[in-house]
């Protein structure tokens, strides 16, 4: 019986073909894989990405500066605005009126300041004529200390001549006479010139004085024009308007409501200047420099080409900025990556686009770093 040659049994040199099949099929795997790896490799040098990014803009809340009750509403939830468009009026009645007595208080003021500065007028020429009264008293003190000298001369000569029977009793007795005029004239002279001193001093004293009550009204009108710009300020913030140009959203006032100071009305958003939040992992931004090109997918509008720069890095990593910053210093430590903000300032976008891109927003970005 002629014997079966079986496939484990067949001659020494001869591989199966099964073999040799499945050995392709593995290389082609693997130059397959080294090829994908290879190519994802290469694309992603040079590329730092993240999806861990939105849409930011700047949104200001809206309050009123001083109270009242709300007159007029003039914008609807949403609504497009332009700067310096009245949102809110509030009742200015109170206001008017205060402004009304401030410019009636600061007319006042300026009266008083003109009543002063006339007083001050007054007050210097009563001055210069006092000063002048006093000189020429001082002059008349002169003029009867030389009539007195002059008669006590003459008085003490008839006494001599007298001694020498050359003068009578009845010349000096009259010449005596004159002697205690001339003293009597000389005392109330010198009187009279002291009380002229006087006098002139009390009103240089008072012009003085007169001068320090144009400071003080000067004053005055100083702080009641303060009261009138406030007044006037506050008048003019009874209009509450639009900061920016934006979108108005989350109102929150009502008809005949009364506001406190402070109260929020509403939300602007600036929707004309929009960039990118992005937080990358901490790994990723050896490369990365402010001025870089960057590519923006934005998940709701994924075939839109957004194209932008890098502007600048956070001054810390987000957990810094966290309600509760990780403490490393404690024993139970876990290294976790760090992410990093990074500000992305929109350079290109679609004209379609106009108006639909929000804050908020998902996006994706891709920063060219080579």
């Not at 199966?16 to 392709?24: A, S, T, Y």
């Not at 009245?86 to 208080?105: F, G, N, P, S, W």
């Not at 934006?246 to 506001?259: A, E, N, P």
Request: with cysteine; glycine share 6%; hydrophobic share 40%.
């Amino acid at each position: 019986m002629a014997e079966n040659t079986s496939p484990a049994q067949a001659p020494e040199g001869q591989k199966p073909k099964g073999n040799k099949k499945r050995l392709f099929i593995f290389l082609g795997i693997g130059i397959v894989v080294l090829s994908v790896f290879g190519y994802i490799k290469i694309s992603g040098m040079g590329h730092e990405t993240t999806d861990n990014a939105q849409l930011d803009a700047m949104i200001t809340p809206v309050r009123n500066i001083v109270p009242g009750f709300v007159t007029e509403i003039q914008f609807e939830d949403n609504q497009q605005v332009k700067k310096g468009d009245t949102l809110v009026q509030i009742d200015d009645t109170d206001y008017k009126t205060r402004v009304a007595l401030a410019e009636a208080a600061l007319e006042s003021a300026r009266a008083q300041l003109e009543v002063a500065k006339s007083g001050v007028n007054v007050a210097r020429s009563n001055a210069s004529a006092s000063t002048y009264s006093s000189q020429a008293a001082k002059d008349n003190i002169v003029a009867a200390q030389a009539r007195y000298t002059r008669f006590e001369k003459e008085m003490a000569r008839l006494e001599r001549m007298q001694a020498d029977g050359a003068a009578t009793q009845q010349q000096i007795e009259a010449t005596r006479a004159e002697l205690e005029a001339a003293k009597g004239q000389l005392d109330v002279i010198k009187r009279q010139a002291e009380a002229s001193t006087s006098q002139a001093a009390g009103a240089r004293s008072q012009a003085e004085g007169q001068t320090s009550q144009i400071s003080l009204a000067m004053a005055m009108l100083k702080q009641r024009e303060s009261e009138l710009q406030l007044a006037q300020t506050q008048l003019h913030n009874t209009s509450i308007v639009a900061p920016f140009d934006g979108i108005i959203s989350k109102r929150s006032v009502q008809m005949g409501q009364y506001l406190q100071a402070g109260t929020p009305i509403c939300s602007t958003v600036d929707f004309m200047h929009l960039w990118v939040s992005a937080n990358f992992k901490e790994t990723q931004i050896e490369d990365m420099r402010p001025g870089q090109v960057v590519e923006i997918r934005v998940d709701a509008f994924p075939s839109a080409k957004v194209m932008g720069k890098v502007e600048s890095f956070g001054g810390a990593t987000g957990a810094k900025f966290s309600l509760l910053p990780p403490d490393n210093s404690t024993g139970n430590f876990v290294k976790i990556t760090q992410r990093v903000p990074v500000r992305i300032a929109i350079t290109e976008s679609p004209q379609d686009l106009a108006g639909l891109l929000m804050p908020g927003l998902s996006v994706s970005v891709d920063v060219h770093t080579k």
